[in-house]
């Protein structure tokens, strides 16, 4: 079976949740991520008193310059610009917390003066960059120092010991002289209270990257909800890849109908009237003998252009339709190269699908089946139809070599899977693939009802 290219505007998949792997609390404060995330919490200290500055600048800027329009370019530039302050955090949390954001839509300036002001105020990635920089803010500043307070802290308790003996000499209530950290009149000083010391170290220095990790994992999700596109502005991404892949899809047929009548059909009907002229010709010198022939190629010849001109015309529309899905479909298999089972559930067309659903419908099996018979070796394929829920579901299984997978290499070829996904997509539809190496093949599209008024 052949290959598919993911949409490159396809909704980016956000990786697996981390798991923590076996023995990661007693080997977390030395685990490369641990000193990583701290390293990324002094990089967002050291980052938060800019953003809160330039968030401060760009609304207390675009506030007093409201008066002036023209004015409002400074303010709306500043806006638009914190999607840089976006990208920077997010390549932060990439690089020093393995988190992969995805990218909000471009910015996309409007045409004219007032558009392009106004893109520019209302530009919802820019202010939500903003609100990120001011409840990031507190957020680094507390990571930070909760964590470097627990290090540190760790640290100089598992070291106590060595250090206390340079501590001053104190006098405690009895009068008796101690040197070592003093919690009122209780002196940390003997070896019992030492080893007690390293302890506390020890707890704190295991607690830490947990400690720290909350902070992280905050930072995250503000990053998640702030930085990242909307629901919104995924669907709008998605609505425009699948009106693009239905562009270049009708494009496409348009160019191979295009090539069929003039590779083909034109020139089969260039050939019929050369005959024809040929046997008026000898008609017209009396040789009748010699024309009749010449007639029954040409008769022979319109019988073939008309029937590529009826491939053709089912290639735009199938005649089949016009009677139903199901029957369509089972004109389909009977036609097939191989076995092809068409099992419809009851109730599929009532009540009757609108014509783009039954189109689509109709040259996904096609599609699926021609596939099959070609690139996955398959003997036979099973195609099961359903309806349920305002969706029509549809199931093609062949017991194929399998191997099928999604390529996205970004190269702008196109192949039948690829095409096939964007025309689901086109009418907001879902499109699965599973092909394991060896087989089977199954792939379940889904798509709106759409039933017709």
């Known amino acids: 079976m052949t290959t598919m290219t993911q949409p490159e505007s396809a909704p980016p998949v956000r990786p697996a949740p981390h798991r923590a792997p076996r023995g990661a609390v007693v080997t977390a404060p030395f685990r490369t991520r641990t000193w990583s995330e701290y390293g990324y919490l002094w990089l967002a200290l050291f980052l938060a008193p800019f953003g809160l500055a330039y968030t401060v600048t760009t609304v207390a800027l675009t506030a007093g310059l409201a008066v002036t329009v023209a004015g409002l370019w400074a303010g709306g530039g500043l806006v638009a610009g914190a999607r840089g302050w976006g990208a920077l955090h997010r390549g932060l949390m990439r690089q020093a917390l393995g988190a992969d954001i995805a990218e909000p839509p471009p910015f996309r300036l409007g045409r004219g003066f007032w558009r392009g002001l106004g893109s520019l105020i209302a530009d919802s990635t820019g202010w939500r960059a903003l609100l990120f920089l001011i409840v990031s803010f507190p957020v680094a500043v507390a990571g930070f120092v909760v964590s470097t307070v627990f290090v540190c802290a760790a640290l100089g308790a598992l070291t106590y010991p060595v250090w206390y003996r340079w501590l001053p000499l104190q006098q ?8 070592g950290a003093a919690f009122g009149d209780w ?11 390293v302890a506390a170290g020890v707890l704190l220095l295991f607690l830490w990257p947990w400690m720290m990790r909350l902070f992280t994992a905050l930072m995250r999700v503000l990053a998640l909800a702030l930085l990242g596109p909307t629901r919104g502005a995924l669907r709008v991404a998605e609505l425009r890849a699948s009106r693009a892949g239905a562009v270049e899809d009708a494009d496409a047929r348009l160019r191979r109908i ?31 003998a010699l024309a009749s022939g010449l007639l029954d190629t040409a008769h022979a010849s ?32 009977a036609r097939a190269p191989l076995p092809v089972t068409v099992d419809v559930a009851p109730g599929v067309e009532q009540p009757r699908l609108a014509p783009a659903v039954e189109s689509i419908a109709y040259y996904t099996v096609a599609e699926l089946v021609t596939n099959a018979a070609k690139h996955a070796a398959a003997d036979v394929v099973t195609v099961r ?16 070599r399998g191997g099928a997978v999604v390529v996205g290499d970004g190269a702008g070829e196109r192949t039948g899977l690829a095409g096939l996904t964007e025309r689901v997509r086109a009418v907001d539809g879902a499109f699965d693939l599973a092909s394991p190496a060896g087989g089977p093949t199954v792939v379940t599209v889904t798509l709106p009802t759409s039933t017709r008024p």
């Open 302 to 333: 319109a019988l073939e252009t008309l029937a590529e001109l009826r491939e053709i015309a089912r290639g735009i529309h199938p005649a089949a339709l016009d009677s139903g899905l199901a029957v369509a479909l089972r004109t389909l298999a």
């Open 385 to 400: 139809v359903e309806r349920h829920s305002g969706t029509l579901r549809l199931q093609v299984r062949d017991d194929g």
């Open 172 to 179: 405690a209530a009895d009068g008796t002289w101690h040197r």
């Open 258 to 288: 295009e090539r069929d009548l003039h590779d083909g059909t034109q020139a089969r009907l260039v050939a019929v009237a050369m005959q024809v002229d040929e046997a008026r010709d000898h008609l017209a010198d009396g040789e009748p």
């Open 187 to 197: 002196f940390l000083d003997t070896p019992e209270r030492l080893a007690l010391a």
